[in-house]
């Protein structure tokens, strides 16, 4: 079958490779028929994630159709059209009992991450040994394990484009907003305008927040959110300080603040190891930003991906303001059932972010411009299926 692999930084080649077959009583193997580039991914694109090696499969957020099953399998059948969840729960441990799946205790068998962090994260699909090593969707095929926990159905009148989002960005935007509490009233800013930034402010919309900051540099990608969502407000950080125009533009402050940008954007962008061993650097700039802005008593939260240490954290503006402060990977398991019926009743509609579609052949290229957020040409990339 053919696969996106990672070759190392900057290098991503579309292979053949050995089909994945079931080989545990609980796996599903999918014929994958819509797969994602993310800005996770592109932690991998940068060579900043340690674990990664030649020839390692790529791709965690896709769909497709249950080609075969192993015989535990009970909730799908050969035929079913279905969305894969990015993080793999075992939905028997102590975390998944809580509905914490992405903290399931059992999914990834890496030593590294709990050397690192004393801590285990559930194992991703496609992604760093880190976590789990397990292989990625963006392949003709892909081995779901825990079929019955991992996958969710998918009604025949809704296309790939509008569920193939369920799998990562979608819940990760209601994740943001659940973790900064956001409901009727309140004034929430979000860093960072890619796919993630830009559907949490849909899904802030959705919520009834007042009104909705999105702060990036990329123009394009801020004038294009605003075309997609009515009554948008934007910061380009480019032109103007992002702390200056909050001020400028709140009277207190956002009641929540959530960061979707991610480690990797960081000024002094040192890898995850370099981190771990605390050398100088300081990954907190934009997580300062949020607490400096946000409202005495208010809320952060935090999706883009931090990895390892910070040492410039003002935890004492934090501690002083009152903050809450929650992250987090998504458990997107808790949320996909409530937002397909959202999506069905036209109350969110992820596929505002989608603008480029390809082949699976073409995922070098589909990564660059991704990574580029344009074209050769300069026209806008915002997500690609
Ligand atoms: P992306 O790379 O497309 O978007 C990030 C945006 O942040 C870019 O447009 C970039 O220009 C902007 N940015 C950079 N510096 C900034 C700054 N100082 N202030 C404001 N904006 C800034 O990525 P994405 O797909 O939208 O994902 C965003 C983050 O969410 C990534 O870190 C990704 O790993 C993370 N993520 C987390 C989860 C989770 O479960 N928590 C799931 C999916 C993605
Ligand atoms: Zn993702």
């Given at each position: 079958m053919l696969a996106a692999e990672w070759h190392g930084a900057k290098s991503i080649k579309v292979n053949s490779r050995p089909k994945v077959l079931v080989t545990d009583p609980d796996d599903v193997v999918l014929k994958v028929t819509s797969t994602c580039i993310c800005g996770s991914d592109l932690h991998l694109y940068l060579g900043v994630m340690p674990g990664m090696h030649s020839g390692m499969s790529l791709g965690h957020e896709f769909m497709g159709i249950v080609e075969s099953k192993g015989p535990n399998v009970k909730n799908v059948k050969a035929g079913d059209r279905v969305v894969s969840s990015f993080d793999i729960a075992c939905g028997q441990c102590f975390f998944c009992e809580k509905g914490s799946y992405s903290?399931?205790?059992?999914?990834?068998?890496s030593e590294v991450e709990g050397m690192l962090y004393g801590h285990k994260t559930a194992g991703f699909h496609g992604y760093s040994d880190l976590t789990g090593g397990w292989e990625g969707g963006q392949a003709e095929f892909a081995r779901v394990p825990f079929g019955d926990m991992n996958l969710l159905k998918?009604?025949?009148n809704l296309t790939d484009d509008e569920v193939v989002l369920l799998s990562d960005v979608l819940p990760t935007a209601w994740h943001a907003c659940e973790l900064g509490f956001v409901g009727d009233g309140d004034i929430v800013a979000i860093w960072g305008a890619g796919p993630v930034g830009m559907l949490a402010a849909h899904c802030a919309k959705a919520r009834g927040a007042a009104r909705v900051i999105l702060i990036d540099n990329v123009a394009d990608r801020l004038s294009f959110a605003q075309a997609k969502i009515p009554g948008l407000e934007v910061i380009d950080f480019g032109k103007e300080k992002t702390l200056d125009a909050l001020k400028r533009m709140t009277e207190h402050g956002p009641d929540v603040c959530i960061e979707a940008v991610g480690f990797h954007y960081c000024k002094t962008?040192?890898?995850?190891?370099?981190?771990?061993?605390k050398l100088e650097t300081d990954p907190s700039e934009i997580l300062n930003e949020l607490i400096y802005s946000c409202r005495k008593a208010?809320?952060?939260s935090i999706v883009g991906v931090y990895s390892g240490f910070t040492n410039g954290l003002n935890i004492g503006a934090f501690m002083e303001k009152g903050l809450c402060m929650r992250a987090g990977q998504t458990p997107v398991q808790k949320y996909w059932h409530a937002l397909l019926k959202m999506i069905q009743e036209k109350k969110l509609d992820p596929t505002i972010v989608i603008t480029h579609h390809m082949p699976l052949a073409e995922a070098t290229r589909g990564y660059k411009i991704f990574n580029d957020k344009k074209?050769?040409?300069?026209?806008?990339v915002q997500k690609v299926v």
């Open positions: 903290a399931c205790d059992t999914t990834n068998n998918v009604p025949d962008m040192l890898s995850r190891i370099q981190m771990a061993l208010g809320r952060i074209e050769e040409n300069g026209a806008l």
